[in-house]
């Protein structure tokens, strides 16, 4: 316990002696693990947007809320006998909101202005050949049928998602990388600080015997408890951005094309603690880099 003690009073001690460095190391985390993220959550809601796709659906034919019976019967009959096509699957409104319910389970008020009569049903279909030709030439015939409301190619909408959010991830990657650079030499330079300050201190422990380890450990929990502050900063940034946008998307019919981008739960909380952990081991490199370089003599 007088150890812990003793650790814990040291490490206060470094950080109230140099507020400023301490400030700009944590914020500096904070953004350069946001933008990990906000990297991951893209990541995620990429693939969350391409799930109608898996199992080699290439087009998608939604149906009016309000369709007929008759043109509903009819159009399955057509499709289900169009020599070009090689399987349907029907996606009934209530299956489309049990979907909705999962991706938005967490934002309640968002999921409580949608409703099963409000979204429509559809038809996933798989040609018989993945031709872009064939595939533009069946949705183009479908489209002009009576209850349909449109048709989505899983062709244009897979390379829309993937050439943005490529685009999108490189650019964060690269951010993140600078900014986790940043971090660590400021965190690297508030140690080598908080360590000249004290380095009579040192001197005189190291001469009544203190190990390396034992002088270093008060340091490196300094760069560590930076990290995990930024850490926690950043995760919440990322969570607050998270829910603006997907607020902002569900709302607006402009941008209708990212209304399936959600983030679960589930893959939020892996967010965070990667976002954590990251923001750990930038502050744990950059402080067992400054203590190791000065002790090291």
Do not use: C
Not at 82 to 111: C, G, K, N, T, W
Not at 202 to 210: D, Q, R, S
């Amino acid at each position: 316990m007088s150890r812990i003690r003793y650790f814990a009073r040291e490490t206060w001690t470094n950080i109230r002696r140099n507020l400023t460095l301490t400030f700009a190391a944590i914020l500096t985390v904070a953004v350069g693990v946001m933008l990990v993220g906000m990297g991951l959550m893209a990541g995620y809601a990429s693939g969350n947007a391409l799930d109608r796709w898996e199992g080699g659906v290439q087009f998608e034919v939604f149906l009016n809320p309000q369709i007929d019976p008759s043109q509903l019967d009819a159009l399955g009959i057509e499709l289900q006998t169009h020599p070009e096509i090689d399987r349907i699957e029907f996606f009934s409104a209530e299956e489309a909101y049990a979907l909705v319910s999962q991706q938005m389970a967490d934002q309640p008020e968002l999921l409580a202005q949608v409703s099963p009569e409000a979204l429509p049903a559809s038809y996933r279909v798989v040609p018989r050949s993945v031709e872009a030709e064939l595939i533009e030439s069946l949705a183009a015939q479908f489209r002009q049928r009576p209850g349909v409301m449109s048709v989505q190619t899983g062709r244009e909408e897979v390379d829309a998602i993937r050439t943005w959010f490529t685009s999108f991830q490189g650019i964060v990657l690269l951010l993140s990388i600078v900014l986790s650079g940043a971090s660590v030499m400021l965190i690297f330079n508030s140690i080598r600080v908080a360590m000249f300050a004290r380095r009579r201190e040192i001197e005189v422990m190291k001469l009544v015997g203190a190990t390396n380890s034992f002088i270093r450990f008060p340091f490196m929990l300094e760069g560590m408890l930076h990290g995990l502050i930024g850490g926690i900063i950043g995760a919440i940034a990322a969570g607050a951005l998270r829910g603006h946008v997907e607020g902002l998307f569900s709302r607006s019919d402009i941008l209708a094309f990212f209304r399936s981008f959600v983030v679960t739960s589930d893959q939020f909380t892996t967010v965070v603690i990667v976002t954590v952990i990251a923001g750990v081991l930038v502050g744990m490199i950059g402080s067992a880099f400054a203590a190791s370089r000065f002790l090291d003599v």
